[in-house]
């Protein structure tokens, strides 16, 4: 698979620099296209009565056309990027965020999107989560104050599940790309860990990429195990399948994929 088609969803509201940095980058890099989207939820506004005002409900309209209309201009004026965009795509919607970017993204190989932060408005934000699991395309999750897409060491945090081969196979571009890469599992099988995961070095030789197998226990639990090695072998993209588990589960205990979301300063490409 090669990425011939990008699609970054940027934040209404706010500065996207770094999501269009790592954007250029990888346009660059593959010879991509790049579609741009955004997407805003009007607040409703309205009283304890149940009765809308109509004066303010014009109001927050004008308020999201104004910043989708700033974030379009945003996007059309980033240098880098300028010759290979294809098209841009935004709306105001009474749906999720997420739910028009999944839907939109059955015309790109890849899904670039902002990390979430408290500081992020949910009716101009995407739910991360919920994009990973609906869009069917790799997720590409860029930390706010990413500058650059050069991904020399990745990590694939392996784990024998569906969603991690999915994306072990929808991040081959960028491990042929990387300077170094790194294999990793967690927990206390170590020697049948060992064995499962060079099997997946033996098929990454195979696209003439040679990869590092790291095993350990999770003594302090997988997540902040898969941490310590990221940052331990100076990782700056982590690969991994996302909710291998039950998703309220996996959310409620703080399982690898919330870890991903929310805790990390690195680049994640996550897929379901």
């Not at 934040?11 to 940095?21: H, I, K, R, Y």
């Not at 309209?61 to 990027?81: G, Y």
């Not at 670039?112 to 990973?132: F, P, Q, Y």
């Not at 350990?216 to 993209?237: K, P, Q, S, Y």
Request: proline content about 3%; aromatic content about 4%.
């Amino acid at each position: 698979m090669q990425y011939k088609t990008l699609m970054v969803h940027l934040d209404a509201g706010q500065s996207n620099d770094g999501v269009l940095a790592v954007t250029a980058v990888l346009a660059e890099r593959y010879g991509a296209g790049v579609i741009g989207i955004a997407a805003c939820e009007p607040v409703q506004i309205g009283y304890p009565e149940g009765d809308f005002s109509g004066a303010l409900a014009v109001t927050e309209r004008q308020v999201v056309d104004d910043e989708l209309k700033t974030v379009a201009a945003e996007f059309h004026a980033c240098p880098t990027i300028r010759g290979r965009v294809l098209d841009w795509r935004s709306i105001p919607t009474l749906e999720p965020v997420s739910h028009f970017v999944a839907l939109e993204a059955r015309c790109a190989d890849l899904l670039i999107t902002g990390a979430a932060t408290g500081s992020l408005n949910s009716t101009r934000h995407a739910d991360t989560g919920e994009l990973v699991l609906n869009a069917g395309r790799p997720v590409l999750i860029v930390p706010r104050h990413a500058t650059t897409a050069a991904f020399a060491t990745v990590m694939v945090a392996w784990s024998d599940t569906r969603e991690c081969r999915r994306a072990i196979v929808d991040a081959l571009p960028l491990l042929m790309d990387a300077d170094r890469v790194v294999l990793a599992g967690v927990g206390s099988d170590l020697p049948g860990i060992r064995a499962r995961i060079e099997d997946v070095r033996d098929w990454l030789s195979r696209h003439s990429v040679d990869a590092d197998v790291i095993v350990a226990h999770a003594l302090a639990g997988d997540a902040a195990t898969l941490v310590r090695i990221a940052d331990e072998n100076a990782v700056d993209l982590v690969v991994a399948g996302a909710y291998g588990h039950h998703r309220l589960a996996e959310w409620a205990f703080g399982g690898v994929t919330r870890s991903l979301l929310m805790g990390s300063d690195r680049c994640a490409l996550l897929s379901h």
